[in-house]
């Protein structure tokens, strides 16, 4: 179960952590302290109930069939990993990423969770992280290891949201160098090749 929960929680992260328009838009609101709790939970909780949605739908729709092709679902669940690491990577040597936030007039709670919530469910990614590739992902787990596994993934995003908001004060000067941004995406790109290494294994590819 352990290893089933270290999985969720470190393919949440690595996820979740490339910068979007809503995770600058939490970082803002952490930096000029408005909502900033009803923020961090409105993300943390649409992703934990996109994951289970992922989780569950492959499990009831898809069982008997990714038992007959999982060689090829966690080879292709792999590829995508490894192609994502290999674009992190590339863009720790290339890019020169600088987070730039205007601060602005303050707005009520319900606008600002209007805001979150478009920039939340517009954003085709969310569902292709949350329910596709975490879903898929969660094939290799048993019925209790899935239930780590969820239990993992959506604590990587209570964990990073709420981290996010919070400590958005102190990471704002650091996140404004572009060397900063070379260190995640090493942090992104290196989670992704062993997650696709440990994928590819179980796939019997390797």
């Known amino acids: 179960m352990l290893s089933a929960f270290l999985t969720g929680f470190f393919l949440g992260i690595s996820l979740i952590l490339a910068i979007g328009a809503q995770n ?26 996109l994951i289970i949605l992922g989780v569950t ?3 009831f729709f898809l069982n008997n069939l990714v038992s007959e092709v999982s060689s090829i679902l966690f080879g292709l669940s792999a590829a995508w990993l490894s192609g994502y690491g290999i674009f992190r990577l590339k863009a720790a040597f290339k890019s020169k990423i600088t987070l730039e936030i205007e601060t602005s007039s303050s707005k009520g709670l319900l606008p600002t969770l209007s805001i979150i919530a478009v920039l939340t469910f517009v954003n085709p990614h969310v569902y292709l992280d949350t329910m596709i590739l975490i879903g898929s992902v969660s094939q290799q787990f048993s019925a209790e290891n899935k239930l780590a596994y969820i239990l993992g993934a959506s604590l990587a995003s209570f964990v990073f949201f709420f981290s996010l908001a919070y400590g958005a004060k102190l990471l704002a000067p650091i996140m404004k160098r572009s060397y900063s941004w070379r260190i ?23």
Not at 24 to 40: C, D, E, K
Not at 184 to 206: E, P, R, V
């Open 24 to 49: 600058t838009f939490v970082l803002r609101q952490g930096i000029i302290g408005q909502h900033v709790f009803y923020v961090a939970l409105f993300c943390a909780v649409s992703d934990m109930l």
């Open 57 to 59: 739908g492959f499990s």
């Open 184 to 206: 995640l995406d090493c942090f992104i790109a290196f989670t992704m090749f062993t997650i696709a290494f440990k994928l590819a294994s179980a796939g019997k590819l390797l």
